[in-house]
């Protein structure tokens, strides 16, 4: 992997990290389902206007679209909302990983490694160890909250899987049109149906701009740039090069956290956290495969017959001139 595409694995972990921040300024502003729905609706638009539908079942991208968009997003909005701080937020939701492994085995039938079970049970312990430090001085809620929103974006992964569109991005850009509805629909019922609208018109006030901000942030920076930077690295590299610097993630939101809100880890939630991240590194594991250009030296190597022509003709050089036909008769049969 190259430098420059090593620092644009770093940035994509950068901005996916700082999202969760703008998540919490967001929700200083707009009720959580409002915000999450504002969030695709931004994207929805010009992706309907602009960019080609891509080539896939229809059911996949409705799951795909319920599941990481309306749970994953609905949900880690709410739990945030409702008291989980941001850092632990993008430590907790990287279950996602060892519950799409999960999910594979029992939907799809996909065989679970004895590493990646190795891998599946260190995150669990880590969460177990995250829920126990909760109970004793937190509500347990938010954790319950943003463990579901991690199964939501499994299930969007198994969906993604399902699907196989010819342009992954395309797909993943078309998926925003899925949640809008849903979202706005939760958000009039469990928000109020005007609640969110004058919070939006709240915006464009002096004191509103911290919100637009961290809207535009999250609905652009870390969706439409992050997303295509990450495809385009998947597509010059295999999946598990560049899968292990989306384990900078939740480092970049712990420290983002911690700067700028002063959210303050545990030791008990550091241990649980740093858990976490490693069963997920270690489920997530690859193994690196031959490259094909070794074995293709000796099949690309000239015939032993030409070879033995060119040292003859190199002989005859040395020695004496040949025939002008001669050669060519020689060279043509063997």
């Known amino acids: 992997m190259s430098v420059k595409d090593r620092l644009l694995a770093v940035l994509v972990a950068v901005l996916w ?23 695709f609706l931004v994207l929805a638009v010009p992706v309907i206007l602009f960019v080609p539908r891509p080539k896939a079942p229809v059911r996949w991208l409705l799951v795909y679209g319920l599941g990481f968009g309306v749970l994953q997003f609905g949900l880690l909005f709410l739990a945030i909302d409702q008291g989980m701080p941001s850092g632990q937020a993008s430590v907790v939701v990287q279950a996602s990983a060892p519950f799409t492994m999960l999910l594979g085995a029992l939907l799809l039938g996909e065989r679970v490694s004895p590493r990646q079970l190795g891998g ?5 312990l880590g969460m177990a160890v995250i829920a ?3 109970a004793r001085s937190a509500a347990l809620l938010p954790l319950l909250l943003t463990l579901l929103a991690a199964l939501g974006w499994a299930l969007g992964n198994i969906a ?6 010819d342009h992954p991005l395309r797909f993943a850009l078309w998926m925003s049109v899925v949640p809008p509805l849903p979202l706005l629909a939760l958000s009039a019922v469990m928000e109020g149906p005007a609640t969110g609208w004058r919070a939006l018109g709240g915006s464009f006030d002096g004191d509103g701009w911290p919100g637009l901000v961290a809207l535009v942030y999250t609905a652009l920076a870390g969706s439409v740039v992050g997303s295509g ?6 597509k010059r590299y295999e999946a598990g090069v560049v899968a292990p610097f989306s ?4 480092v970049v939101g712990v420290a983002a956290a911690w700067a700028v809100l002063g959210e303050q880890l545990t030791g008990w939630s550091l241990t649980g ?6 069963g997920v590194l270690l489920g997530t594991g690859w193994t ?10 000796t099949t690309a190597a000239p015939p032993r017959g030409r070879d033995q022509s060119r040292r003859t003709r190199s002989r005859r050089t040395e020695n004496q001139a040949p025939e002008p036909t001669a050669p060519v008769q020689n060279t043509q049969r063997s």
């Open 160 to 165: 993604s899987r399902q699907a196989r569109p």
């Open 247 to 250: 384990m900078l993630v939740p």
């Open 273 to 278: 956290g740093s858990a976490v991240v490693l």
């Open 132 to 134: 126990v430090e909760r």
């Open 17 to 39: 990290g700082l999202n969760f921040l703008a998540v919490r300024i967001g929700l200083d502003h707009y009720p959580p389902f409002f915000l999450s729905a504002l969030r």
């Open 288 to 297: 690196p495969r031959p490259r094909k250009g070794r074995g293709a030296v």
């Open 120 to 124: 599946i049970g260190l995150a669990v």
């Open 229 to 234: 930077i990450w495809t385009t690295l998947l």
